[in-house]
């Protein structure tokens, strides 16, 4: 698990903190979590303080200051 600090400006989305992210992070961070289309990857997750986006506004969901970001990459077992 890697956390890291950023800071955004309030009303800033959970989509343009991950393209911020791919800017500073590079291809790898990108191919990761972007399809071609520039859309965020089906099968990942996005978090705010524990609640997923998708009971939110999706990928326009906007950050508060202090809200904790996590992206949860697909879980499997058998």
Do not use: C, W
């Amino acid at each position: 698990m890697r956390e890291e600090l950023v800071e955004v400006e309030e009303g800033t989305t959970i989509l343009q903190l991950m393209e911020n992210l791919a800017k500073k992070h590079g291809s790898e961070f990108k191919k990761y979590v972007f399809e071609n289309d520039n859309t965020p990857k089906d099968f990942l997750q996005f978090l705010i303080d524990g609640q997923s986006t998708t009971t939110m506004q999706g990928n326009d969901t906007e950050l508060r200051e202090g809200v904790k970001v996590a992206v949860i990459p697909p879980v499997g077992g058998g």
